[in-house]
């Protein structure tokens, strides 16, 4: 199963938005609405942020939003801000034998 | 308190075996899905095998299939990943990352352990 294809890196001013996008195939992203987002920051322990496409977890800021068209997932964060640098991932649920995959990764720098 | 609190990693060599433990607190255990994620140093996350909420699905991703074991003990509140036949690429921190619950349908990992590190290495 190949990874989902995330850009390796996005940069964005404070204030600014910028989009992560999370392309995959019909038997993964665009198959079912179980996409989920995480935030990684250095020596730290990956959060979810989004789950379901477009759901927030309960603490998790509304800056943080998700959408999908097709075959493609993004992630969208609003307003900016120095402590969203961090490294972001998605994953998706897939059929076949396995069960799952993650993105590669896209590492977001705050100017 | 969710609280999951992996085990069991350390140093071997290739062709050996390693047994990761994961203990889980502040949750019914027996009532959510299980899942193993792996993370090489300096790489990105890796999901690497599933077990439903009462072992009855099970799955692994191609990277491990045939050399890795999950399984769990609901008695005991844990997940445990048996890995054989460890190769230089298996070097990675290893986390515990709770699935969904029995009855909802999803694919997320909402609470993470902090991970344990496991080097293969002669």
């Known amino acids: 199963q190949s990874a989902l294809t995330q850009p390796a890196s996005v940069s964005g001013s404070p204030g600014q938005s910028i989009t992560i996008s999370c392309t995959g195939t019909s038997s993964d992203v665009g198959g079912y609405d179980y996409v989920s987002w995480y935030q990684q920051h250095p020596g730290k322990v990956p959060k979810l942020i989004i789950y379901d496409v477009s759901n927030r977890p309960s603490g998790v800021s509304n800056r943080f939003s998700g959408s999908k068209s097709g075959n493609t997932a993004s992630l969208t964060i609003s307003g900016l801000q120095a402590e969203d640098e961090a490294d972001y991932y998605c994953?998706?649920?897939?059929?076949?034998?396995?069960?799952?995959?993650f993105g590669g990764g896209t590492k977001l720098t705050v100017l | 308190e969710v609280q999951l609190v992996e085990s069991g990693g350390g140093v071997i060599q290739p062709g050996g075996s390693l047994r990761l433990s994961c203990t889980a607190s502040g949750f019914t255990f027996s009532t959510y899905g299980m899942n193993w994620v792996r993370q090489a140093p300096g790489k990105g996350l890796e999901w690497i095998s599933y077990i439903s909420s009462n072992s009855g699905g099970i799955f692994y991703a191609d990277s491990v299939k045939g050399r890795f074991t999950i399984s769990r003990d609901n008695a005991k509140n844990s997940l445990f990943l048996h890995m054989n036949s460890l190769r230089d690429e298996d070097t990675a921190v290893y986390y515990c990352?709770?699935?969904?619950?029995?009855?909802?349908?999803?694919?997320?990992?909402?609470?993470w352990g902090r991970g344990t590190l496991v080097t293969v290495s002669s």
């Open positions: 990352a709770r699935g969904v619950h029995m009855f909802i349908s999803g694919w997320y990992f909402d609470y």
């Open positions: 994953s998706a649920h897939t059929s076949g034998t396995t069960l799952g995959v």
